[in-house]
């Protein structure tokens, strides 16, 4: 997190001690955390793991949302209609999403019925999502037809894909690209976050190579509309209002 500084904020006793170890940095109180230099939070309130800056010490911050998207089916599984399940192949199975920030392109996966595993580089990210699993598994609709969350690994995505078990059908890329235009204010908050944690994506090149050797049978690639493919020309392109998706097929 270059130029940041995390701390835990105290508040549930037993998780957060956890969680500071786990993460190597300070547990502190509210007081010491307004009198202190650190500047970006985790804590546990509202019933989930929360990232918080400085301005949203008190109230707020920004969690694993696990619910379904504005738009999207509650029903399980959801249909596969968008243009997210175009990409993938309605008749893929197993999803590797190499690049989960959010977790929300993963999660709308898992909801339409794909068997999806999730690759995160950032500890930080990483227990923000795993608190939104545990979550998840929860959630009646879950219990209820006995379904296993996405399954989390941390680590440096090209290693992992390389060091997979097996083959998915898929693998699909959100790389971090510069950002070029405006955005709503909530994902504006979400995503500069998420862009100072983990910066630009300058190895996508190396990470599109790694998931194409890695791949049974096809890569997707999301990115803003004004970028260059990444993989070269695609074998196919579903382009949405402000991004597109690159479908690479073996």
């Given at each position: 997190m270059a130029g940041h500084k995390l701390a835990v904020l105290r508040g549930d006793a037993l998780r957060d001690a956890r969680l500071?170890?786990?993460?190597?940095?300070?547990?502190?109180?509210?007081?010491?955390?307004?009198?202190g230099d650190d500047d970006i939070f985790l804590a546990y309130r509202d019933g989930c793991l929360k990232?918080?800056?400085?301005?949203?010490?008190?109230?707020?911050?920004?969690?694993?949302e696990i619910d379904p998207r504005p738009g999207e089916q509650h029903s399980y599984p959801a249909p596969k209609k968008d243009l997210l399940a175009q990409a993938v192949g309605k008749k893929?199975?197993?999803?590797?999403?190499?690049?989960?920030?959010?977790a929300q392109d993963s999660l709308a996966l898992f909801r339409m019925g794909y068997q999806v595993t999730c690759l995160e580089r950032s500890p930080v990210i990483a227990a923000l999502i795993e608190d939104g699993f545990e979550r998840l598994a929860q959630k009646d609709w879950v219990?209820?037809?006995?379904?296993?969350?996405?399954?989390?690994?941390?680590?440096?995505?090209?290693?992992?894909?390389?060091?997979?078990?097996?083959?998915?059908d898929c693998i699909y890329l959100d790389p971090m690209f510069p950002a070029k235009r405006k955005q709503s204010a909530a994902t504006r908050k979400s995503m500069a976050i998420l862009r100072d944690i983990l910066g630009?994506?300058?190895?996508?090149?190396?990470?599109?190579?790694?998931?194409?050797?890695a791949?049974?049978?096809?890569?997707?690639?999301?990115?803003?509309?004004?970028?260059?493919?990444?993989?070269?020309?695609?074998?196919?392109?579903?382009?949405?209002k402000l991004l597109r998706y690159d479908v690479y097929l073996k």
């Amino acid at each position: 997190m270059a130029g940041h500084k995390l701390a835990v904020l105290r508040g549930d006793a037993l998780r957060d001690a956890r969680l500071a170890q786990h993460l190597a940095v300070d547990l502190v109180d509210l007081e010491q955390a307004l009198a202190g230099d650190d500047d970006i939070f985790l804590a546990y309130r509202d019933g989930c793991l929360k990232l918080l800056d400085r301005q949203n010490l008190k109230k707020g911050g920004l969690a694993v949302e696990i619910d379904p998207r504005p738009g999207e089916q509650h029903s399980y599984p959801a249909p596969k209609k968008d243009l997210l399940a175009q990409a993938v192949g309605k008749k893929s199975h197993t999803v590797v999403d190499a690049t989960c920030g959010w977790a929300q392109d993963s999660l709308a996966l898992f909801r339409m019925g794909y068997q999806v595993t999730c690759l995160e580089r950032s500890p930080v990210i990483a227990a923000l999502i795993e608190d939104g699993f545990e979550r998840l598994a929860q959630k009646d609709w879950v219990l209820r037809r006995e379904l296993k969350p996405p399954t989390l690994l941390v680590g440096n995505a090209i290693e992992l894909l390389m060091n997979l078990p097996e083959a998915p059908d898929c693998i699909y890329l959100d790389p971090m690209f510069p950002a070029k235009r405006k955005q709503s204010a909530a994902t504006r908050k979400s995503m500069a976050i998420l862009r100072d944690i983990l910066g630009d994506d300058l190895d996508r090149q190396q990470l599109f190579d790694a998931a194409w050797a890695a791949t049974g049978k096809r890569v997707v690639v999301k990115s803003p509309d004004y970028a260059e493919p990444l993989g070269g020309k695609p074998s196919e392109s579903l382009q949405g209002k402000l991004l597109r998706y690159d479908v690479y097929l073996k």
